[in-house]
């Protein structure tokens, strides 16, 4: 199985689990160095990347979730997404690189209709691709989601959902739905 394969196999057993709807938005952070089985930041490579890209945005796109992609640490791991995803968030100037940004945040700004970068996001779920820390992004509470495609290249893939927090202690009744 190639990349994008992994990708869009990984995108689709996620959002089965995680039961994501239209207009949700799901954070990837990449390291595309791990998925070539370097070290995290030593070979950024754009054309894994996009192979990345195209695996996971196809299946979001035509579910009508949008795609936030984390950059890498030089810029203080701030969000790539569509300007609609952007919700009640201040824009930042800046157009991430392959090395202030990273390959997947590159490809993700050069191929949305309309790119914007912001400094979070707070992601209905998540996929983390290469160890890259995407806990930051996701909403409270953060729940893992334990799928079969464990990695993409050599990189380890890691996910999560989130659920609303549970108040009210001893005495209160949950809604199964939201679990």
Do not use: W
């Not at 949008?66 to 930042?92: F, G, K, M, P, S």
């Not at 409270?140 to 893939?157: F, H």
Request: proline share 3%.
């Amino acid at each position: 199985m190639n990349i994008k394969e992994q990708s869009v196999k990984a995108v689709t057993e996620l959002l089965e689990k995680a039961k994501l709807k239209k207009g949700d938005v799901l954070v990837v952070g990449c390291s595309t160095s791990e998925v070539l089985g370097s070290k995290i930041g030593t070979d950024s490579d754009p054309d894994t990347a996009k192979e990345i890209f195209d695996g996971i945005y196809g299946v979001l796109k035509d579910k009508g979730i949008y795609l936030a992609v984390q950059c890498c640490e030089h810029l203080n791991r701030a969000i790539v997404t569509e300007r609609a995803a952007a919700r009640d968030t201040d824009i930042v100037n800046v157009v991430p690189q392959k090395k202030a940004g990273g390959s997947l945040a590159t490809v993700a700004y050069a191929n949305f209709n309309d790119p914007v970068v912001i400094e979070e996001i707070k992601a209905d779920a998540g996929i983390d691709i290469g160890d890259t820390l995407i806990g930051m992004h996701l909403k409270k509470v953060a729940v893992p989601v334990r799928i079969e495609t464990n990695k993409i290249g050599m990189a380890n893939v890691v996910c999560a959902r989130v659920r609303p927090k549970f108040i009210g202690g001893i005495r209160a009744i949950y809604d199964e739905k939201l679990l």
